[in-house]
């Protein structure tokens, strides 16, 4: 019973901060290479960030690159998603991924930025 929980999101005013979190459960938590994805209405799903599972080698999408961070917790089954600096183009749902020979989901969580 594979399951990724976010919590941490909701509502903040452009240039706050949020952690979003994502606990996994029903893997081998640091055999997978944990994701952040999201998807903003209207638009398609974006890969926010990503970290790698042994070597924990970080990619950022051009467009958080500077204000978000990856960083993992293996002892934890845990996964964050620092942002700061956060704008409006960062309001979307956003989604926790595990991948090694499946890629598994998160429910999502909604993120708005507004004043």
């Known amino acids: 019973q594979v399951q990724l929980v976010e919590s941490g999101g909701g509502l903040v005013q452009p240039g706050g901060s949020l952690r979003l979190s994502c606990v996994a459960s029903g893997i081998t938590f640091s055999s997978y290479d944990m994701s952040w994805y999201r998807q903003a209405t209207g638009k398609e799903r974006e890969l926010v960030a990503l970290?790698?599972?042994?070597?924990?080698?970080?990619t950022y999408a051009d467009s958080v690159k500077g204000r978000f961070t990856i960083p993992r917790d293996n002892a934890k089954n845990t996964v964050y998603l620092e942002m700061s600096n956060l704008n409006a183009e960062d309001t979307a749902v956003y989604y926790c991924?595990?991948?090694?020979?499946?890629?598994?989901w998160g429910q999502g969580i909604q993120v708005t930025v507004s004043s």
């Open positions: 970290i790698t599972s042994i070597t924990e080698t970080t």
């Open positions: 991924s595990a991948l090694l020979f499946f890629r598994y």
